[in-house]
């Protein structure tokens, strides 16, 4: 065979061994492989980290007679919104183990990943993260992604992780105290068994109940939702301390001036514990407060605190009440009076539980006592005065005083930021006299916002109506 004739067969044998190796397609063409290679091998891949499958594209085939590649590390592509740039292993060499590529994640510039490349592989944790952060991270998903971004995760159940919110940022969710209502209005015999509303025009008290509850809620700005979960109509009137009680009749009598009303006046409470299982029922969660409707001369405080740890709620803590195992409220209100006088019981009830919840947490300025400065006591820094007293009064319940003053107490709307910007006013900003208009107007300037201050939350409501808050 001529030299020629060997070299064209030399062309043609080289042209169909190339042709022979473009056959099938590349390793790119080919569709990625859904199948989760051994962690042992590669590492778990952190796909899915952020909710998205956990996927890995198919290896290249290694070339004829090249050594094995060494197990990469898992890529960080996209957990951060940067592109994975760690470079192709040359064709015939066996690849090191490449770094992950840091390109973005903290804002600076991509380490060369040959710099960082291993001479043999390394044993990676199962979980496949070791390294993002210099420690290995825990396999949970959820708690990956909230240590590796702090992002908040929306909660879809019990495996779900939800960040706990700022108290600064926390919203601020309405409450429904549940409240037993007890009503003492018996028939009178002499009387034709009418009952004492009946007898003596005074107010019924589902009406008065029900003003009540729709002034605490619009005050509160919803915050406040009281629930009448019962009601018992008592036949009795409740016994004083030294066991004495008002038949109907005797009652009728005291009222009506033809018999001196009896002394000591101040009711039982241990006895109205027992008489009507309150303390069993409060345990089983029946109820957060009691409400009481009695009548005059029936020795009720106008509020009153029991359990553990209770203290001065306008009246002396009830003694022996521990076993209910949390504080509560019960409230004394008189069917002869109207909304206006609750309003003032529950007044007097933030009066004393704010003054002990500063007393007990306040660490800096006591805020409450600003809150209530009136000018008579503190001239030129007048705020919201306090159930009594208007910020221009001069006298109890002077809450008809037409003199001008200046105060700041709408300074409270915007709470914690008190721009101290005093405005004129008098007794028509609060109702020109009117006692539920003046009580209506104090409660609106109570902080009811979100956040802190000096660790005391900056909507009081929670401790007015809560008192295991204090």
């Known amino acids: 065979m001529s030299l020629l004739d060997r070299i064209g067969k030399a062309l043609k044998g080289a042209s169909s061994s190339e042709s022979s190796k473009t056959e099938s397609p590349t390793q790119a063409e080919q569709p990625k492989s859904t199948t989760k290679t051994s962690s042992a091998s590669t590492g778990s891949p952190t796909g899915g980290l952020f909710g998205g499958e956990a996927t890995e594209t198919a290896k290249p085939a290694a070339t004829a007679g090249a050594k094995p590649a060494a197990a990469e590390a ?15 292993a040359p064709a015939g060499k066996a690849k090191t183990t490449d770094a992950p590529s840091t390109k973005g994640l903290f804002g600076g510039s991509e380490t060369d990943s ?10 990676e944790p199962s979980d496949g993260t070791k390294g993002l952060f210099g420690a ?27 960040s706990e919110p700022d108290p600064q940022e926390r919203q601020i969710m309405p409450v429904s105290p ?20 009946e007898i003596f025009k005074w107010h019924d008290p589902d009406k008065l109940a029900k003003g009540y509850i729709e002034d605490l809620k619009k005050v509160s700005g919803g915050y406040v939702n009281y629930e009448i979960i019962e009601r018992i109509d008592s036949d009795i009137l409740p016994p004083k301390t030294d066991g004495f009680a008002y038949t109907p009749d005797q009652y009728v009598k005291v009222m009506r001036g033809e018999e001196k009303a009896h002394d000591p006046d101040w009711l039982d409470y241990h006895k109205r514990i027992e008489t009507f299982d309150l303390q069993n029922r409060f345990l089983n969660g029946d109820f957060d407060e009691v409400w009481v409707f009695s009548f005059p001369y029936a020795g009720e405080y106008e509020s009153i605190m029991g359990g553990p740890g209770g203290f001065w709620c306008n009246a002396p803590a009830i003694k022996n009440t521990e076993r209910f195992k949390r504080r509560f409220v019960m409230m004394g209100f ?36 600003l809150f209530t400065q009136y000018e008579k006591q503190n001239p030129g820094n007048a705020q919201c005065g306090w159930m009594h007293y208007a910020p221009n009064s001069v006298k109890d319940y002077d809450w008809g005083n037409t003199t001008k003053v200046e105060s700041y107490c709408d300074d409270w709307y915007t709470y914690p930021d008190l721009p101290h910007v005093a405005k004129t006013m008098d007794n028509k900003t609060w109702g020109g006299g009117d006692m539920r208009a003046h009580h209506l107007w104090w409660f609106e300037h109570i902080p009811k ?5 000096d660790g005391i939350s900056n909507n009081w409501w929670e401790y007015m109506v809560d008192p295991n808050k204090v």
Not at 114 to 123: F, G, I, N, R, S
Not at 136 to 162: I, N
């Open 74 to 88: 898992p890529s960080t592509k996209g957990l951060f919104g940067a592109a994975d740039d760690t470079a192709t």
């Open 114 to 123: 040959a710099t960082a490349a291993a001479t043999e592989p390394k044993a």
């Open 136 to 162: 290995a991270v825990a396999a949970d998903p959820a708690a990956k992604a909230k240590e590796a971004t702090g992002r908040k995760l929306q909660s879809d159940g019990p495996s779900s992780t939800v």
């Open 178 to 197: 549940k409240v037993l209502m007890i009503v003492h209005n018996p028939p009178v015999p002499s009387e034709g068994n009418k009952r004492l509303t």
């Open 334 to 369: 008189n069917m002869e009076r109207g909304v206006d006088c609750m309003l003032e019981n529950f007044g007097h009830r933030t009066e004393s539980i704010m003054t002990e919840l500063y007393k007990r947490r306040g660490k800096k300025q006591d805020m409450w006592k």
């Open 449 to 453: 916002t979100t956040g802190e201050t």
